[in-house]
């Protein structure tokens, strides 16, 4: 049987025994309802004309108030007249109500007429009591008979309560169940429906597609197999350490390079909480901190990892990589591993170790000659030694403008070399802001003169300390104003700001130059990059190196511009 025919079948029989027991139970309260309007209508409102008429008697026949009365109830008496003897009665009591007009001191004839008002009362009553009788009789067999139909209607309803949605519901919950296990790759799973309902043709349906699932994942395990052995070689054959973990951090897989460097075996690691093995491998701690520890606050520049393996010092970079899949008929992302990748970088750290040295040495040797070279020009402008023309003036101020570029450089490079080989010295020290920004303007207050430029000074009331090193700090904001300075156009003017922000100290130098494009502004900080098309002096080092100073001391550096609308470089420091 069809489950549409099942459900039809269902909701029609209870609908016809509602609508059944809607109408017997109708027709019997229309039957008590009919017998309740009798004895009010035909026997109750005589009893109640009699009443009338004997509290009119009683009171005072004499009076006319009192005769209406008794004529008005005597004339509704008349009208519902129902039982056999009532009309005769009812004769009687006008008739002697005639002769007790023309009489009305007869005492006799007044007891006559309360006797026959009382017979009407009696008769009345009595045919009240067998109504009475009928309608329980009714009402008795009305229980009876809805009682009966319900009862039938209840068993018929409780039977399909209890096996009509289970018909339903328990084919569905043992397909469902059949659908989980062939979703977790139990691919033997099949369900027998034994109906020539929409579920038995379900079931087929169904089984066939599981045996289908089943002969296509036999017949592409080997492939699989083989696929899972490529992917195992060609990890194991990289170059670069590999380290894979799962959701719950088991060691997945951990390929050649990696069990070289830390020393491990494959089958002490595989399947294992990678926590357990950080217990006692430094290696495996020091790459997995950043999987448990939570993001710190302040962003730390990361350096390289250095491991001491194959009897020399190594160093290598580690990347994180985190393996999220959406599965399908899903929509949310689900997270299903890690893998940490370490890129052996001991060759281009040599190098650069080569080139910091190398710069370093230059540098220092460049300083030497031109110390000599400044003090020979002073020599040359003393005059106790000669005078000199105008032409030899002018070729000194040309080589003193020339040396002083070359020791700025010079010493631009020895900064570099402490940032690159990582000895920054910092004396972090309770420092007051205001004079870091009256050294730096005391520096260039000779070159903003010169170019006419007014520096306008916007410094908040009661500015806090900062935790700073000084010097280095001085000659950052001494670089900034040096580049507003030197981009600035005559006669214009630079401001300077400072203020507190969030427990921090923010110093600003904002100019009205001609602006740095957009494109620009992610690189201005990079170490030799000046923007295209600028004609002015500079080796593209002092932002650089003002970043690292600033950012070692646990503050920030950021620049906002608009071309042709001048530039606003910000030094956020942290407040004492």
Do not use: W
Request: with cysteine.
């Amino acid at each position: 049987m069809k489950i549409k025919f099942k459900l039809t079948l269902a909701v029609g029989l209870l609908f016809v025994m509602i609508a059944a027991l809607t109408a017997i139970s109708a027709i019997y309260i229309n039957r008590l309802s009919g017998d309740a309007k009798n004895i009010i209508k035909d026997n109750y409102n005589s009893v109640s004309y009699s009443r009338e008429m004997l509290i009119a008697l009683n009171n005072n026949i004499t009076n006319e108030q009192e005769k209406d009365r008794f004529i008005q109830n005597l004339e509704k008496e008349k009208q519902t007249i129902t039982e056999i003897g009532e009309k005769e009665l009812a004769d009687k009591i006008n008739l002697k109500f005639e002769k007790l007009q023309d009489n009305p001191n007869d005492s006799a004839l007044l007891q006559t007429i309360r006797k026959d008002i009382t017979d009407v009362m009696l008769l009345n009553m009595q045919a009240i009591q067998k109504k009475s009788a009928v309608a329980d009789e009714t009402a008795k067999s009305s229980i009876i008979i809805i009682s009966v139909v319900g009862t039938f209607c209840f068993l018929i309803a409780f039977t399909l309560l209890v096996n009509l949605p289970s018909n339903i519901a328990n084919p569905i919950s043992e397909l469902t169940n059949s659908i989980k296990q062939i979703a977790n790759k139990n691919y033997s799973e099949r369900v027998h429906f034994e109906s020539s309902s929409e579920f038995g043709d379900l079931a087929k349906s169904f089984n066939t597609m599981a045996q289908k699932l089943q002969e296509y994942t036999s017949s592409n395990l080997e492939k699989l197999l083989m696929s899972k052995k490529r992917i195992e070689t060609l990890i194991n054959n990289m170059s670069e350490p590999v380290i894979g973990l799962d959701e719950m951090k088991n060691i997945l897989f951990i390929n050649d390079e990696a069990l070289k460097i830390s020393g491990l075996k494959s089958e002490e690691v595989i399947g294992k909480p990678v926590q357990e093995i950080a217990v006692y491998n430094d290696l495996i701690r020091s790459l997995i901190q950043d999987l448990f520890q939570p993001t710190l606050l302040v962003k730390e520049k990361k350096q390289p990892i250095k491991i001491y393996a194959d009897n020399k010092e190594s160093f290598f970079e580690k990347e994180m990589v985190s393996i999220k899949i959406t599965p399908t008929g899903e929509e949310i992302e689900k997270h299903i591993g890690d893998v940490i990748v370490l890129r052996n970088v001991t060759t281009y750290k040599e190098l650069d170790l080569a080139k910091t040295n190398f710069i370093g040495t230059v540098s220092h040797e460049f300083k030497t000659p031109i110390a000599s070279i400044k003090m020979s020009l002073q020599l040359l402008e003393n005059e106790q030694i000669g005078t000199m023309n105008e032409e030899q003036k002018e070729l000194i101020t040309s080589i003193k403008d020339d040396a002083n570029r070359l020791l700025k450089f010079t010493g631009e490079l020895l900064n570099m070399t402490q940032v690159e080989s990582g000895s920054i010295q910092l004396e972090m020290k309770p420092t007051d802001t205001t004079e870091i920004i009256s050294y730096a303007l005391n520096t260039v207050k000779q070159s903003a003169e010169q170019k006419q430029i007014k520096i306008e000074l916007n410094i908040a009331h009661h500015l806090p300390k900062v935790i700073a090193d000084q010097e280095k700090t001085a000659l950052v904001i001494t670089n900034l104003l040096t580049n507003a300075i030197r981009y600035s156009h005559e006669n214009s003017t630079i401001i300077i700001e400072a203020k507190e922000s969030d427990n921090k100290v923010k110093i600003s130098v904002i100019d009205s130059g001609q602006g740095i494009a957009p494109e620009y502004l992610d690189k201005v900080f990079n170490r030799y990059f000046r923007v295209p098309g600028i004609k002015k002096e500079g080796t593209g080092l002092g932002l650089s190196i003002s970043k690292e100073f600033i950012e070692a001391q646990g503050g920030t550096i950021a620049v906002k511009s608009e071309l042709g609308s001048g530039s606003q470089f910000t030094v956020e420091l942290i407040r004492a």
